[in-house]
Nanobody
Framework: QVQVAESGGGLGQAGGSLRLSCTAS????????MGWFRQAPGEEREGISC???????YYGMFLKGRFIISRDNAKKTSYLQMNSLQPEDTAMYFC????????????????????WGQGTQVTVSS
């Protein structure tokens, strides 16, 4: 059964915004960190952001402050607000639950994430 599912992807315009959601079913999120990743065709997966169980946030250096991660434990949902979209942001976006409440170590490599969603496609037109 689906444990983690992304939504909110679609077609965006350069300079515009999209908000992605990641909702868990049958999973507790309160004590766990959540991460967002993306993968473009022919490229390696890259870590976008991670939020700890207590709300501390970490971002990939390439973002330059354009994206914001957040979470609502009551709704079992993590969000990724994407602003100032660029065509280079076109990719499949994934969320995942980490096996602990921290974003320490190599979170950006996807290490220690135990539940992954199927992904949602984001396409940004120029």
């Amino acid at each position: 059964q689906v444990q983690v599912a992304e939504s909110g992807g679609g077609l965006g315009q350069a300079g515009g915004s999209l908000r992605l959601s990641c909702t868990a079913s049958e999973l507790n999120l309160d004590d766990y960190a959540m991460g967002w990743f993306r993968q473009a065709p022919g490229e390696e997966r890259e870590g976008i952001s991670c939020i700890t169980s207590t709300g501390s946030t970490y971002y990939g250096m390439f973002l330059k402050g354009r994206f914001i991660i957040s979470r609502d434990n009551a709704k079992k949902t993590s969000y990724l607000q994407m602003n100032s979209l660029q065509p280079e942001d076109t990719a499949m976006y994934f969320c995942a639950r980490r096996a602990n409440g921290y974003c320490s170590g190599s979170w950006f490599r996807g290490s220690d994430f135990d539940y992954w969603g199927q992904g949602t496609q984001v396409t940004v037109s120029s």
